[in-house]
């Protein structure tokens, strides 16, 4: 299990930083009308804690395709000064399905960042909801397609060593090979999201998170468990939550309310820390 023991004060601001982010963000989405949602430990944090969970390091929204698509759009046009995007559309070596919000003059990085050419600020996750197909035949081929394009993307561009060796070799040799083929995360991503709007469905009655095939088959949610809104506190501000916040973490954690033991939290194994311009001493 992913664990950093960080000091109290470090922690904390980190989550103030994140904090900042996140605001930022929901500013973006009150101006133009785009919905968002708290999500995974956020929204389990909002939950529980009215929070950040005491331990976490990291910040989760997820939104509908079509108003991520948008928040996109404004963003990138925007050329904002505080804030950068990380995404495909951002940056074609970016190999998750899931976009970043980053603060920039920050580094918040993993083992794999001296695999790529992009950096990775302090920032928060963003996810993406997308619908599922209409029937049980065609939905277990969505999800395992899903599934394939995740893992191919991940090996587009680096090799993961933290695995259990079978793991390992499996995922060395499908990054060797993509790279001989010349494979490269961009064009994975587009026949991915091409492949994603075949199933687009207002009226879908489930859908999923794609990114969340990285260890497994996507975290499926009911649509109607997002068909309306709460307000509630997260820190110091009122944050969106899922009306049926309860089927969502259940789905995901179970007996949410009850705290994990200590073997069993998680955050980031973060190589490089660094807030730059607001550097916790100034």
Same mark, same amino acid.
């Given at each position: 299990?992913?664990?950093?023991?960080y000091d109290?004060?470090?922690?904390? *601001? &980190?989550? +103030?930083l994140?904090?900042?982010?996140?605001?930022?963000?929901?500013?973006?989405?009150?101006e133009?009308?785009?919905?968002?949602?708290?999500?995974?430990? @956020?929204?389990?944090g909002?939950?529980r *804690?009215? #929070?950040?969970?005491?331990?976490?390091?990291?910040?989760d929204?997820?939104?509908?395709?079509?108003?991520?698509?948008k928040?996109?759009?404004?963003?990138?046009e925007?050329?904002?000064?505080?804030?950068?995007?990380?995404?495909? =559309?951002t940056?074609?070596?970016?190999?998750?399905l899931?976009?970043? &919000?980053m603060?920039? /003059?920050?580094r918040?990085?993993e /083992?794999w960042?001296?695999?790529?050419?992009? *950096?990775i #600020?302090? !920032?928060i996750?963003?996810?993406?909801l997308d619908?599922l197909?209409?029937?049980?035949f065609?939905? !277990?081929?969505?999800?395992k397609?899903s599934f394939?394009?995740n893992k191919?993307?991940?090996?587009?561009?680096?090799?993961?060593?933290? &695995? @259990?060796?079978?793991a390992?070799i499996i995922? *060395?040799a499908?990054y060797?090979i993509l790279?001989?083929?010349r494979?490269?995360p961009?064009f994975?991503n =587009?026949?991915?999201? !091409?492949f &994603?709007?075949?199933?687009?469905?207002?009226?879908a009655?489930?859908?999923?998170d794609? @990114?969340?095939?990285? =260890?497994?088959?996507?975290?499926i949610f009911r649509?109607?468990?997002?068909?309306?809104?709460?307000?509630?506190?997260?820190?110091?501000i009122?944050?969106?939550v899922? +009306?049926n916040?309860?089927?969502?973490?259940?789905?995901?954690? #179970?007996d949410y309310?009850?705290l994990?033991?200590?073997?069993d939290r998680y955050? /980031?194994?973060t190589?490089n820390?660094?807030?730059g311009?607001?550097?916790?001493?100034?």
């Open positions: 299990m992913n664990y950093t023991e109290n004060k470090i922690l904390k *601001h &980190l989550q +103030s994140e904090l900042m982010i996140l605001k930022d963000f929901i500013k973006i989405c009150e133009n009308s785009l919905t968002y949602y708290m999500y995974a430990g @956020s929204l389990l909002t939950i *804690h009215n #929070g950040f969970i005491p331990w976490d390091d990291d910040l929204v997820i939104m509908f395709r079509d108003d991520f698509d928040f996109k759009k404004i963003f990138i925007s050329n904002n000064d505080k804030l950068e995007l990380l995404c495909n =559309e940056d074609k070596d970016y190999f998750h899931l976009a970043k &919000l603060l920039k /003059h920050t918040f990085e /083992h960042v001296s695999q790529v050419d992009f *950096h #600020g302090i !920032n996750d963003i996810f993406v619908d197909a209409d029937t049980d065609k939905r !277990n081929f969505q999800l397609k394939f394009y191919l993307l991940i090996m587009s561009k680096i090799k993961l060593d933290d &695995l @259990s060796l079978p390992k995922t *060395h499908g060797y790279k001989l083929l494979i490269k961009s994975l =587009e026949r991915c999201l !091409n &994603l709007k075949k199933y687009k469905n207002p009226n009655e489930y859908v999923f794609i @990114s969340a095939t990285a =260890e497994e088959y996507p975290q649509k109607d468990d997002f068909k309306s809104i709460m307000k509630m506190k997260f820190e110091d009122e944050v969106n899922p +009306s916040y309860d089927n969502i973490l259940t789905s995901l954690y #179970g309310m009850k994990p033991p200590e073997e955050n /980031h194994i190589e820390l660094d807030f311009i607001y550097d916790i001493n100034e």
